[in-house]
T-cell receptor
Framework: AQSVSQHNHHVILSEAASLELGCNYS??????LFWYVQYPGQHLQLLLK??????LVKGIKGFEAEFIKSKFSFNLRKPSVQWSDTAEYFC??????????FGAGTRLTVKP | SAVISQKPSRDICQRGTSLTIQCQVD?????MFWYRQQPGQSLTLIAT?????????ESGFVIDKFPISRPNLTFSTLTVSNMSPEDSSIYLC????????????????FGPGTRLTVT
């Protein structure tokens, strides 16, 4: 069965700092990869997704993620975080005929 | 995308009682998922609810504890039965976008969740 690992449980940054959240998955076949974000008191929302093609994926609000197949990784990045990026971030993986598996989540706190 | 609502948004229940959570979608969908998000943890899939058939439960979840109904293509309920404090969690329903040809599960749209506290 596929699994997803997020290495950072809680990340604290100052505004304008750069962000990279790690995500690794275990599955040998073709996968679809996602990052979801949950702002305080709000729904889970899709931040970005990768299905195929360019492994560097750009999402909303200046976020991007890079799929590195050889490393089974899909790390999330943002060059300069804002206070409004404070949220919980979840990496997720789906594959053919399978449901979606979520990582444990990373809580990001951005200090103003 | 789909707009999903859940009722109740939160509840505090006593041990041994049951709570039914409703999920309403603004469009017809074949498949709906029910997740649990325990405090400080990730989302765990409880079951898949397809209209017109029995729900499919994941390992560790059983129908007697989490009965699900799916009476039509826009609505589903999840009941948390004989509750204990360990059932305190956020329960979410979601609607996936599934590839017609490949059956690949694409992104999901989530409801706002139901925050359940069992005392």
């Amino acid at each position: 069965a596929q699994s997803v690992s997020q290495h950072n449980h809680h990340v604290i940054l100052s505004e304008a700092a750069s962000l990279e959240l790690g995500c690794n998955y275990s599955y040998g076949g073709t996968v679809n990869l996602f990052w979801y974000v949950q702002y305080p008191g709000q729904h889970l929302q899709l931040l970005l997704k990768y299905f195929s093609g360019d492994p560097l994926v750009k999402g909303i609000k200046g976020f991007e993620a890079e799929f590195i197949k050889s490393k089974f990784s899909f790390n999330l990045r943002k060059p300069s975080v804002q206070w409004s990026d404070t949220a919980e971030y979840f990496c997720a993986v789906s594959s053919y005929n399978n449901d979606m598996r979520f990582g444990a989540g990373t809580r990001l706190t951005v200090k103003p | 995308s789909a707009v999903i609502s859940q009722k109740p948004s939160r509840d505090i229940c006593q041990r041994g009682t049951s709570l039914t959570i409703q999920c309403q979608v603004d469009s017809q969908v074949t498949m709906m998922f029910w997740y649990r998000q325990q405090p400080g943890q990730s989302l765990t899939l409880i079951a898949t609810a397809n209209q017109g058939s029995e729900a499919t439960y994941e390992s560790g979840f059983v129908i007697d504890k989490f009965p699900i109904s799916r009476p039509n293509l826009t609505f589903s309920t999840l009941t948390v039965s004989n509750m204990s404090p360990e059932d305190s969690s956020i329960y979410l329903c979601s609607v996936p976008r599934v590839g017609q040809r490949t059956r690949t599960l694409y992104e999901q749209y989530f409801g706002p969740g139901t925050r359940l506290t069992v005392t």
